[in-house]
């Protein structure tokens, strides 16, 4: 079966979707919320420019570019786990 993945996301997390077709009928194949952050940075990477927004400059820097690196550290682990559960029909 060939699979399309997406991911659409939102703030401190993203909806993961996998499509397939069986038969010439599109199905849904995965389905899941994916967390973009990481539990003990939680409080802050799940809407990081609202954390940044009282920092000087660099600060609000290294802070998003953190709070970015992480979440597609994530997604990127999300997307991998996806593809082994699609192949192996999980």
Do not use: C, N
Not at 14 to 21: D, E, I, R, Y
Not at 60 to 66: G, K, N
């Amino acid at each position: 079966m060939k699979v399309a993945f997406g991911m659409k996301a939102h703030s401190g997390w993203a909806a993961l979707v996998a499509l397939g077709t069986r038969g010439g009928e599109l199905q849904v194949v995965d389905r899941r919320r994916v967390d973009l952050a990481e539990k003990d940075e939680a409080s802050w990477a799940k809407q990081p420019y609202h954390a940044a927004e009282h920092l000087d400059a660099g600060e609000a820097r290294d802070l998003i570019r953190r709070g970015l690196e992480a979440a597609r550290r994530i997604a990127v682990r999300e997307m991998r786990a996806a593809v082994k559960r699609a192949r192996s029909g999980a």
